[in-house]
């Protein structure tokens, strides 16, 4: 398997501007995880999906942040207005289930957005 | 919620021995997780563990006592390329997981 896949791998983009990364989880995944890593806050949990539905969103940062799942090989996190404070590595995870309790998350390589 | 406390960083010696510790405190308890990130890559897993005990994978031993809400990693024959982040992780319940902050293993010739 070619494993999580992640677009682009960076992105350097002006303040005010829309951004769009994107993700394709391993096939016959049914999670799928957004997080965002910086220095200060270490590696964060944005929302997550199972089965193409969002379970929870608690830790998208502002209403500029939104992601959707339109179907199970695809998964987009897109941020309007873009601002600096933004800037940080965006990875994408996907799981499947297989444990009554909690499964290994496979990540994709990441997406390093910077904002001027 | 979940509260997770590893150490910044540490220094070891190739071929030497060396203990990653990870303190947490959790609602509920659904096992521990421990993940190596190298620099500028993503996070690869290492272990998972949900009883108490040693669970031994290779040079890499995970170690877990539900009761002290305390698990270690323990690294053996220390290798240069093992130079990386350990994250230890909780899951938080339907399959998301609270990762520490990692802790930043250098090792030195």
């Known amino acids: 398997d070619a494993g999580v896949i992640q677009s682009p791998r960076h992105e350097v983009t002006e303040m005010g501007q829309e951004v769009t990364l994107r993700c394709k989880p391993i096939s016959g995944h049914d999670y799928l995880f957004w997080y965002r890593q910086t220095m200060m806050r270490g590696l964060e949990l944005l929302i997550y999906f199972n089965n193409n539905v969002p379970i929870d969103d608690s830790g998208m940062p502002e209403d500029r942040f939104s992601a959707k799942m339109p179907n199970a090989s695809f998964s987009t996190l897109k941020i309007q207005p873009s601002e600096p404070r933004d800037s940080a590595v965006y990875f994408c995870a996907s799981s499947l289930t297989s444990r009554l309790v909690a499964d290994e998350q496979y990540f994709g390589p990441g997406t390093r957005l910077t904002v001027t | 919620g979940q509260n997770i406390d590893q150490p910044t960083e540490m220094t070891a010696t190739e071929g030497a021995i060396v203990q990653i510790n990870c303190t947490y405190q959790?609602?509920?308890?659904?096992?521990l997780f421990w993940y190596q990130q190298h620099a500028g890559e993503a996070p690869t897993f290492l272990s998972y563990n949900v009883l108490d005990g040693l669970e031994e994978k290779g040079r890499f031993s995970s170690f877990l006592s539900r009761s002290k809400g305390y698990s270690y990693l323990l690294l053996k024959e220390l290798q240069m390329k093992d130079s990386a982040s350990y994250l230890c992780a909780v899951p938080g319940g339907g399959n998301k997981l609270t990762f520490g902050t990692g802790t930043q293993l250098k090792v030195e010739l």
């Open positions: 959790t609602s509920g308890f659904n096992g």
